[in-house]
Every structure is written in structure tokens, then in C-alpha cells.
């Protein structure tokens, strides 16, 4: 009989000299422990991911284990089975091989190694070692039923489907510069390992049907997360270790990357160029070449004098005034970046936050960006944090712990420092980017792919990390390559890096300057929808690029990185000739307005200046605006709705002020807008907006474009005969802030 308590849930099994743990840690979420001492684990000393919930109100106790919403585990004899209504699965965490498994381990992972040829900053040798494979390990292991599993960040290269490798949970430039160790699977589950230890984990390659975790260190402890979907697995996963970070609405626009050795005077005329050819733009970006001195680790950065200053003509000699080379890029529109790289130790201050009153004698990281903020940074980009491809097997920690229990989560705690530091400092939303990042990251910084330009293995990177509750991902885009372009503007935001090379739009020639301008101002087009999305993945988790197993069964493309939906409406198609439509919807071509069936492999034929294959799917509702040279956080007044009838639909349209906190109160406002076609009319509904924020207007204009195969006899606004056009297969008209609308055939 299950017993309801109104606490959190704890149950406790021997496990030889140890104990294990089964806690119900919230809603469809258990936790699994084998511990002596059950201290805190430094995610949940560092107040990384989300503590237990204590009264879910879904949580119980049984005879044998615990409940946690639908989902159920019980332990006996070294077997731990966890179960829903959906599947069975049991992990063995009494294994009796530990040297076979040590051996396998050894074989297909010691070579796994970086792939760069050098490494930024001072050391003389490069550090190859991966992980101590001398010691007999900690693993666990679990049989499956032929399922396909989805996850680990950037682990996976080329694929979506994990299964058939090892992988090493371990951070290294270029090869794996973001991973989670979370993993899950349409049967109904995922699993999240609990450690910071470099460790490795075998999807089916070893056994067919059996996922192998290696620990070479730490304590075996791993969440179980329950759900319908991927989507529902997902949402658990962020609920615990924190949703997909909500960017300034500014840092959903472009961002340039200036040439390493650019000055404050080829910026402003970069800056006027984008101005004068009509390139939106938001963020300029500058690389280690503005530092005094080259790739500065320090505390102590400068600004270089002989690029960035100020004549002093009376005492004869250049003095730093970046603030008002600052000031006149914001003139022009434009946010500014500083590159940074970092060696810091982050876990004195940790240690601090956490109660250790121990003076380390370490300063904290953020004071002395404090200076740069007041200067005009809006932002920065951290490019490594502690040189991800390095291992000094020699450091310890303030909190005196190893570099192999370390470096991971150094990314983790590199961005939790740099978000509230800059949070702190400023009180609005801070936009920082890093080439790494691991479990919790995703809630403190934006990120991308690092160096490896915009090919096929980047947009599975991106993916695969959207499949690890990680969403604010992109990478750098090739701005010689039609394809890269096309894919590069719909990632969760986007930057053109010309820091070794010309990356200019305008020194592209004249097709790819072409191409670039028609995706650029397309993607400001649509920034009402591509921020409503943001919104959307910070309540949610749900990404921005949403792989193909997210929205479909379709067998098609259960492995594909060549489609992704982007938000809920938009299916794009890269690096290929051809494009799998989703059962179960039309598919209406963006470029062309023919609509095709779903469940089809067809042809793509693009236009010409088009770089990629865009579909929308049918009864979609996609708020847009007039393109801008830069992205105005203000109230809109004006919105453009384009309209796909097709059924019934409806679009939440969420908004808020686009750069404080207030969203974390609830200050913000979603507009349901509903769609209904029958044939004969196309009935629109645009419902009060529930909600408020700051600088929220009463009254807005909503230009409605409904897509139509024919013109319509007339148009009703709120019952009122309305003045309408139909141009290239558009119904156009004019509603205010809320209503109905009617069109007749």
C-alpha cells in the first residue's frame, strides 16, 4: 500500500559498507545514490540545479522504493528497477566485472583526443593525458529493449541516435566543448549521472542492448527522469538543473566578430558599412587584440593604448578613453563585446557563497570586469574558460578538490559567476557567450560550437545540445557558403566571427553579400517569433532548434541533423537536395506558397537567393515586424501577423520588456491568437493579452497577411465591414490590440 507524506521522500537500502538512496526529488523525477556520508555534491553546494522539492504533493512511499508522479523505482539485490505505466528498465549496480569494463574503457577511449595543434595562451606543451585508467572503476549498467537514445551535448558529431559508441565525458576544445551527461529515450525516460569526475559512458556499442556508465572516481548517483514525450523528459531535466538562460532581446540579433588586430577605427567604419549597405546589426565583438597584453588571463587586463585611444596632444602621448570609442558605436546602434580567456578559480568565491569564511587571498572574477562595464562593454565572450584542452594534473582547487573532478564543471561555474556578476552590476540580463559548458550551463550563458566554422557537424552539435536541455547555441557562420548562411540565421541567435579572416559581407563578392542581406534582415523579419520562442524555452526548456525526434515518430528522420523545426512553426532544411515533411501536418514552401502533404520525401527546387529549404507548417500564426538596423526592446506598436489557415490553430505570443528581470515575477503578457478555416471563411481571434511588464502599451496594430488561394468577397473586423487588399496570395488588413475577424469567400 503506497503511504503519502507530505515531505520529501528518502529511502534507505545497505549496500555492502554503504547505503543506497532512493529519493522521490520531484515530480517524475527520482534520484539514486550509494553513499557512506550523503554530503552535497558541489552542484548542489553551489546552488547549481534545484534542490529537493519537499511537498510536490505527487511524491510517496512503498514497501520497497518511491513514487514520483508516474514514475516508480524499488532496489533489491543490486538491482534497482524503475517503471512506469510505459516501461520497465533495470539498472544493475552491483557489477562483478569492473576490470573487463576498465580494459573496454581503456581500448576505445585513450584515444580520443583533442584535435587542435596548438592551444591558446603561454604553456610551452600541450597536456594529451585523458583520464587515469590504472584503477579499477565505479559503473552501472542497464539492459534496454532496442530503444534509441538521444544526449550528451556535443559528444556526438555527425549523428542525432547515440547509440553503437563510448563517449568520453570529458571537455576538450574542438572535439567536445559542451556536454551533459544526460541521456533519454522515446521509451519514456532519461538519465542524468550525477558527477563532475571525467568519466565515460558506452551506448549499446559494448552490448548491443546495454548503456555501461564509467566512473573512475565519485560516487555512483544518477536522476531518473519520467515523461510522454522527449519534450516532457526534457522539461524535467531543466526543472532541475536549471531552464534554458532568457538573452536581452538585442542579443537575438547578429552579432560581428572583429579581426583579432582590428583597432577602434577599422570598427567604426565596420560599423558604418553595416549602417550604410542596410545590414542589420546589433553586437560588435572584439578579440584578444583590444588587451594590452596578448591573451591576458589575468585580473589585470588593460586596454591596448596603441589601438584603442584617445590622443592627449598637450602631454604628447595616447591615453585609453574607450568610453567614448564606446559611445560612438551605441550611436550607431551597436552593443560592444570584449574576448576574454580564463585561468580563474572560481571556487574561492563559491566556497564563500557557501559559508567557508576562509580568506583564499583569490579575488572574485567579475570586480575586475567592473571597469570594462563602465567603459561600454555590454558584454563579453569567454573563449576558454581555464583552457578547456588543458589538464594540469597538478592543481588544486580552493575547495581542495583535483583537475579531473574539476574541469568540467569550471565551465559551469565560469558562467554562474559571470551571469550574476554582470546581473549584479548592471540589474538587467546579462549576454555572455562561452566555447564550453557542461550540466547547468545552459541556464547561465549563451554558447557556441567554437571554432569549427558553420558545417554539417555544427548544426548536429547544436542539435544534439537542444536534445540536452541546452538551447542558446549557434556557431560561426561561413559567410562564403550559401548553406551556412541559410542555416546560420535560424539557431537560437547568430554571429558572423571574421576574427581570422574577411568575413565581411561585403568582401564576400557580390552573390554571397546578396544571400546575406536577404537571410539578415529575413531573420530581424522575425524576431517577434524567434523572442516569443526564447520566452517560451526559458518556461519550458524546450529549445529553439528543436531536432526531429522532438515533434515526430517518423522513423525518416530519427537520425537526421539535415532538418530541424525551428520554434514550433518553421522546418528547415541544410545540406541536402532533399527534405522529409512530418506526417500528420501540410507543409506550405516559405520561398514559393506551394503547400505539400506530409509524409513525403520530396525534391527541394530553391529560388533563386535562397540558401536552404524553408517550410511552414500549415495553421501556423508567426508575429513579425518590419525589419530593423538594430533590435528595438521597446513596446511594439506595430506587429505583423502572418496566418496559414488551415484547420484550427492558435499561437501564444509571449512578450515581455526584453531586458530586466521581471520575468522571473511573472512580469510578462501572452496573447492567445486563434485561427479557424472551413472552406467557406477564416475566422481570427486575437485575445486580450493576459499579463503585464513595464512599458507595455494599451492599444497595438496588428497588420494581418492571411495566406489565401483566392480572393475573399469581404472582411469583417469585430462585425464591421473592414477596408482589405489581396496582393501575391496575402489577405491584408488591420486589426486592433484585440478582437475577431472574419473572412468570406
Given at each position: 500500500?503506497?503511504?503519502?507524506?507530505?515531505?520529501?521522500?528518502?529511502?534507505?537500502?545497505?549496500?555492502?559498507?554503504?547505503?543506497?538512496?532512493l529519493?522521490?526529488?520531484?515530480?517524475?523525477v527520482?534520484?539514486?545514490?550509494?553513499?557512506?556520508?550523503?554530503?552535497?555534491?558541489?552542484?548542489?553546494?553551489?546552488?547549481?540545479?534545484?534542490?529537493?522539492?519537499?511537498?510536490?504533493?505527487?511524491?510517496?512511499?512503498?514497501?520497497?522504493?518511491?513514487?514520483?508522479g508516474?514514475?516508480?523505482?524499488?532496489?533489491?539485490?543490486?538491482?534497482?528497477?524503475?517503471?512506469?505505466?510505459?516501461?520497465?528498465?533495470?539498472?544493475n549496480?552491483?557489477?562483478r566485472?569492473?576490470?573487463?569494463?576498465?580494459?573496454?574503457?581503456?581500448?576505445?577511449?585513450?584515444?580520443?583526443?583533442?584535435?587542435?595543434?596548438?592551444?591558446?595562451?603561454?604553456?610551452?606543451?600541450?597536456?594529451?593525458?585523458?583520464?587515469?585508467?590504472?584503477?579499477?572503476?565505479?559503473?552501472?549498467?542497464?539492459?534496454?529493449?532496442?530503444?534509441?537514445?538521444?544526449?550528451l551535448?556535443?559528444?556526438?558529431?555527425?549523428?542525432?541516435?547515440?547509440?553503437?559508441?563510448?563517449?568520453?565525458?570529458?571537455?576538450?576544445?574542438?572535439?567536445?566543448e559542451?556536454?551533459?551527461?544526460?541521456?533519454?529515450?522515446?521509451?519514456?525516460y532519461?538519465?542524468?549521472?550525477?558527477?563532475?569526475?571525467?568519466?565515460?559512458?558506452?551506448?549499446?556499442?559494448?552490448?548491443?542492448?546495454?548503456?555501461?556508465?564509467?566512473?573512475?572516481?565519485?560516487?555512483?548517483?544518477?536522476?531518473?527522469?519520467?515523461?510522454?514525450?522527449?519534450?516532457?523528459?526534457?522539461?524535467?531535466?531543466?526543472y532541475?538543473?536549471?531552464?534554458?538562460?532568457?538573452?536581452?532581446k538585442?542579443?537575438?540579433?547578429l552579432?560581428?566578430?572583429?579581426?583579432?588586430?582590428?583597432?577602434?577605427?577599422?570598427?567604426?567604419?565596420?560599423?558604418?558599412?553595416?549602417?550604410?549597405?542596410?545590414?542589420?546589426?546589433?553586437?560588435?565583438?572584439?578579440?584578444p587584440?583590444?588587451?594590452?597584453?596578448?591573451?591576458?588571463?589575468?585580473?589585470?587586463?588593460?586596454?591596448?593604448?596603441?589601438?584603442?585611444?584617445?590622443?592627449d596632444?598637450?602631454?604628447?602621448?595616447?591615453?585609453?578613453?574607450?568610453?567614448?570609442f564606446?559611445?560612438?558605436?551605441?550611436?550607431?546602434?551597436f552593443?560592444?563585446?570584449?574576448?576574454?580567456?580564463?585561468?580563474?578559480?572560481?571556487?574561492?568565491?563559491?566556497?564563500?557563497?557557501?559559508?567557508?569564511?576562509?580568506?583564499?587571498?583569490?579575488?572574485?572574477?567579475?570586480?575586475?570586469?567592473?571597469?570594462?562595464?563602465?567603459?561600454?562593454?555590454?558584454?563579453?565572450?569567454?573563449?576558454p574558460?581555464?583552457?578547456?584542452?588543458?589538464?594540469?594534473?597538478?592543481?588544486?582547487?580552493?575547495?581542495?578538490?583535483?583537475?579531473?573532478?574539476?574541469?568540467?564543471?569550471?565551465?559551469?561555474?565560469?558562467?554562474?559567476?559571470?551571469?550574476?556578476?554582470?546581473?549584479?552590476?548592471?540589474?538587467?540580463?546579462?549576454?555572455?557567450h562561452?566555447?564550453?559548458?557542461?550540466?547547468?550551463?545552459?541556464?547561465?550563458?549563451a554558447?557556441?560550437?567554437?571554432?569549427?566554422?558553420?558545417?554539417?557537424?555544427?548544426?548536429?552539435?547544436?542539435?544534439?545540445?537542444?536534445?540536452?536541455?541546452?538551447?542558446?547555441?549557434?556557431?560561426?557562420?561561413?559567410?562564403?557558403?550559401?548553406?551556412?548562411i541559410?542555416?546560420?540565421?535560424?539557431?537560437?541567435?547568430?554571429?558572423?566571427?571574421?576574427?581570422?579572416?574577411?568575413?565581411?559581407?561585403?568582401?564576400?563578392?557580390?552573390?554571397?553579400?546578396?544571400?546575406?542581406?536577404?537571410?539578415?534582415?529575413l531573420?530581424?523579419?522575425?524576431?517577434?517569433y524567434?523572442?516569443?520562442?526564447?520566452?517560451?524555452?526559458?518556461?519550458?526548456?524546450?529549445?529553439?532548434?528543436?531536432a526531429?525526434?522532438?515533434?515526430?515518430?517518423d522513423?525518416?528522420v530519427?537520425?537526421?541533423?539535415?532538418?530541424?523545426?525551428?520554434?514550433e512553426?518553421?522546418?528547415?532544411?541544410?545540406?541536402s537536395?532533399?527534405?522529409?515533411?512530418?506526417?500528420?501536418?501540410?507543409?506550405?514552401?516559405?520561398?514559393?506558397?506551394?503547400?505539400?502533404?506530409?509524409?513525403?520525401?520530396?525534391?527541394?527546387?530553391?529560388?533563386?537567393?535562397?540558401?536552404?529549404?524553408?517550410?511552414?507548417?500549415?495553421?501556423?500564426?508567426?508575429?513579425?515586424?518590419?525589419?530593423?538596423?538594430?533590435?528595438?526592446?521597446?513596446?511594439?506598436?506595430?506587429?505583423i501577423?502572418?496566418?496559414?489557415?488551415?484547420?484550427?490553430?492558435?499561437?501564444?505570443?509571449?512578450?515581455?520588456?526584453?531586458?530586466?528581470?521581471?520575468?522571473?515575477?511573472?512580469?510578462?503578457?501572452?496573447?492567445?491568437?486563434?485561427?479557424?478555416?472551413?472552406?467557406?471563411?477564416?475566422?481570427?481571434?486575437?485575445?486580450?493579452?493576459i499579463?503585464?511588464?513595464?512599458?507595455?502599451?494599451?492599444?497595438?496594430?496588428?497588420?494581418?497577411?492571411?495566406?489565401?488561394?483566392?480572393?475573399?468577397?469581404?472582411?469583417?473586423?469585430?462585425?464591421?465591414?473592414?477596408?482589405?487588399?489581396?496582393?501575391?496570395?496575402?489577405?491584408?488588413?488591420?486589426m486592433?490590440?484585440?478582437?475577431?475577424?472574419e473572412?468570406?469567400?
Open positions: 500500500m503506497i503511504r503519502r507524506i507530505p515531505k520529501m521522500i528518502n529511502k534507505d537500502f545497505a549496500f555492502g559498507e554503504k547505503i543506497l538512496r529519493t522521490a526529488y520531484a515530480e517524475n527520482i534520484r539514486v545514490r550509494i553513499s557512506d556520508k550523503f554530503e552535497p555534491t558541489l552542484f548542489e553546494r553551489y546552488g547549481i540545479w534545484r534542490a529537493p522539492d519537499e511537498d510536490a504533493g505527487k511524491l510517496a512511499s512503498t514497501k520497497n522504493g518511491v513514487l514520483s508516474f514514475l516508480y523505482a524499488e532496489y533489491s539485490e543490486g538491482v534497482l528497477t524503475f517503471s512506469s505505466d510505459a516501461f520497465e528498465r533495470k539498472i549496480l552491483a557489477c566485472d569492473a576490470g573487463e569494463v576498465r580494459k573496454y574503457f581503456e581500448d576505445n577511449l585513450c584515444g580520443m583526443r583533442p584535435s587542435r595543434a596548438q592551444v591558446i595562451g603561454d604553456y610551452s606543451e600541450w597536456e594529451r593525458k585523458t583520464v587515469d585508467f590504472t584503477k579499477d572503476p565505479k559503473y552501472f549498467s542497464m539492459k534496454t529493449e532496442g530503444e534509441l537514445f538521444y544526449g551535448g556535443e559528444s556526438n558529431e555527425d549523428r542525432l541516435v547515440l547509440n553503437g559508441k563510448p563517449y568520453l565525458e570529458r571537455i576538450v576544445y574542438q572535439k567536445c559542451v556536454t551533459v551527461p544526460f541521456i533519454m529515450t522515446k521509451a519514456g532519461g538519465i542524468l549521472c550525477n558527477t563532475t569526475f571525467w568519466h565515460g559512458i558506452d551506448v549499446c556499442s559494448k552490448s548491443e542492448n546495454e548503456v555501461i556508465w564509467y566512473l573512475p572516481d565519485g560516487e555512483i548517483d544518477f536522476f531518473i527522469f519520467a515523461g510522454r514525450t522527449l519534450a516532457d523528459i526534457n522539461e524535467r531535466l531543466t532541475i538543473t536549471g531552464r534554458p538562460i532568457l538573452l536581452p538585442w542579443a537575438y540579433g552579432t560581428f566578430v572583429e579581426q583579432y588586430n582590428a583597432d577602434q577605427f577599422e570598427v567604426m567604419r565596420n560599423a558604418a558599412q553595416f549602417r550604410e549597405l542596410g545590414l542589420p546589426c546589433d553586437m560588435f565583438s572584439l578579440e587584440g583590444w588587451m594590452a597584453k596578448r591573451y591576458d588571463f589575468s585580473v589585470d587586463k588593460k586596454w591596448n593604448t596603441d589601438r584603442f585611444y584617445i590622443c596632444w598637450m602631454r604628447g602621448g595616447k591615453k585609453p578613453r574607450p568610453y567614448e564606446t559611445q560612438a558605436l551605441l550611436r550607431y546602434g552593443k560592444l563585446q570584449l574576448w576574454l580567456c580564463c585561468q580563474h578559480d572560481f571556487t574561492a568565491y563559491e566556497e564563500k557563497l557557501a559559508g567557508n569564511d576562509t580568506d583564499f587571498g583569490i579575488p572574485e572574477w567579475f570586480e575586475h570586469l567592473e571597469k570594462f562595464c563602465f567603459d561600454g562593454a555590454a558584454a563579453f565572450k569567454v573563449d574558460c581555464h583552457v578547456v584542452d588543458i589538464t594540469d594534473e597538478t592543481r588544486t582547487y580552493a575547495n581542495g578538490k583535483s583537475e579531473p573532478e574539476m574541469h568540467n564543471l569550471m565551465q559551469t561555474l565560469c558562467a554562474k559567476d559571470m551571469y550574476q556578476g554582470a546581473a549584479r552590476y548592471r540589474g538587467t540580463r546579462p549576454m555572455h562561452f566555447c564550453g559548458g557542461y550540466t547547468g550551463s545552459g541556464a547561465y550563458t554558447m557556441t560550437t567554437g571554432d569549427s566554422g558553420g558545417k554539417l557537424k555544427t548544426l548536429a552539435w547544436i542539435l544534439n545540445c537542444g536534445l540536452t536541455g541546452i538551447s542558446a547555441m549557434t556557431c560561426d557562420m561561413d559567410i562564403y557558403s550559401k548553406h551556412t541559410h542555416y546560420c540565421f535560424f539557431t537560437a541567435w547568430c554571429q558572423l566571427n571574421s576574427w581570422a579572416g574577411f568575413a565581411q559581407p561585403w568582401w564576400a563578392g557580390d552573390e554571397m553579400q546578396a544571400y546575406f542581406t536577404f537571410y539578415d534582415n531573420r530581424y523579419r522575425l524576431m517577434p524567434i523572442y516569443s520562442t526564447s520566452i517560451y524555452g526559458n518556461m519550458t526548456g524546450m529549445p529553439t532548434c528543436r526531429m525526434p522532438y515533434v515526430t515518430d522513423d525518416e530519427k537520425n537526421s541533423v539535415y532538418e530541424y523545426m525551428f520554434g512553426d518553421f522546418l528547415v532544411g541544410a545540406f537536395d532533399e527534405i522529409w515533411l512530418p506526417r500528420g501536418n501540410d507543409w506550405i514552401d516559405y520561398w514559393t506558397g506551394k503547400c505539400y502533404s506530409g509524409g513525403q520525401m520530396i525534391k527541394i527546387d530553391l529560388p533563386e537567393g535562397k540558401g536552404g529549404a524553408l517550410y511552414v507548417k500549415a495553421g501556423a500564426i508567426v508575429p513579425t515586424e518590419k525589419p530593423k538596423q538594430f533590435t528595438d526592446c521597446k513596446y511594439a506598436d506595430e506587429i501577423l502572418e496566418i496559414y489557415p488551415c484547420g484550427k490553430s492558435e499561437r501564444d505570443f509571449y512578450e515581455d520588456d526584453g531586458v530586466s528581470f521581471g520575468y522571473k515575477n511573472g512580469e510578462r503578457a501572452v496573447t492567445k491568437i486563434i485561427c479557424e478555416e472551413n472552406g467557406s471563411s477564416v475566422k481570427i481571434n486575437i485575445g486580450k493579452r499579463g503585464n511588464f513595464d512599458g507595455m502599451k494599451d492599444i497595438r496594430v496588428y497588420h494581418i497577411k492571411a495566406m489565401s488561394a483566392k480572393a475573399p468577397k469581404k472582411v469583417a473586423v469585430d462585425g464591421k465591414k473592414a477596408d482589405f487588399s489581396y496582393e501575391n496570395g496575402y489577405v491584408l488588413f488591420d486592433k490590440t484585440c478582437g475577431s475577424a473572412i468570406t469567400y
